[in-house]
T-cell receptor, first 113, second 112 residues
Framework: DAGITQSPRYKITETGRQVTLMCHQT?????MFWYRQDLGHGLRLIYY???????DKGEVPDGYVVSRSKTENFPLTLESATRSQTSVYFC???FGQGNQPQHFGDGTRLSIL | DQQVKQNSPSLSVQEGRISILNCDYT??????FLWYKKYPAEGPTFLIS?????DKNEDGRFTVFLNKSAKHLSLHIVPSQPGDSAVYFC???????????FGKGTLLTVNP
């Protein structure tokens, strides 16, 4: 039972580069989410998706792009990385309607030099 | 505008005693509240939740209390164990988009 997996777990890149963080879930959950965790801010929502081909902005979407062509995958792309995007990124998913918890992956630690 | 607040960045308790973690919210539309536990280098793990139609929910050593009039919820851990040492996040959602708004977290340390 793999659940939700993120790759890579660690990534170092340079400013201006494009980088894509991958998220894959095996539960067929409808909803998927991307968060970033920074000291002093807790977890902040970047983007979310209610189903394949349906995405919407969260609290801090600037500088990020998402897509969801398949239910199980929800990649997050930084088109031109900046130092302020150095963070730990978490992907989460949840099952359909009603009050349900989100379940998180183990995160990607991204450093931008 | 912080809609979910955890005013205590850290809490230290002795093993076997009660741990009480607090959370306040400002958005009256929130109707579902959750607590997550997070260990270093791991993702947040769902712990317990409560709907706004209840004022208490219990799961083993963990109990969440909700006071809607005060817009306050708390997580009680009894008895506390060293393995409970982690960062605890309070989260809330409301409406149909199921987005979660998180507090900044409280680091709980349980001393043997």
């Amino acid at each position: 039972d793999a659940g939700i997996t993120q790759s890579p777990r660690y990534k170092i890149t340079e400013t201006g580069r494009q980088v894509t963080l991958m998220c894959h879930q095996t539960w067929s959950h409808s909803y998927m989410f991307w968060y970033r965790q920074d000291l002093g801010h807790g977890l902040r929502l970047i983007y979310y998706s209610a189903a394949a081909d349906i995405t919407d902005k969260g609290e801090v979407p600037d500088g990020y792009v998402v897509s969801r062509s398949k239910t199980e995958n929800f990649p997050l792309t930084l088109e031109s990385a900046t130092r302020s995007q150095t963070s730990v990124y978490f992907c989460a998913s949840r099952f359909g309607q009603g009050n349900q918890p989100q379940h998180f992956g183990d995160g990607t630690r991204l450093s931008i030099l | 505008d912080q809609q979910v607040k955890q005013n205590s960045p850290s809490l230290s308790v002795q093993e076997g005693r009660i741990s009480i973690l607090n959370c306040d919210y400002t958005n009256s539309m929130f109707d579902y509240f959750l607590w997550y536990k997070k260990y270093p280098a791991e993702g947040p793990t769902f712990l317990i939740s409560i709907s706004s139609i209840k004022d208490k929910n219990e799961d083993g050593r963990f109990t969440v209390f909700l006071n809607k009039s005060a817009k306050h919820l708390s997580l009680h851990i009894v008895p506390s164990q060293p393995g409970d040492s982690a960062v605890y996040f309070c989260a809330a959602s409301g409406g149909s988009n199921y987005k979660l708004t998180f507090g900044k977290g409280t680091l709980l340390t349980v001393n043997p």
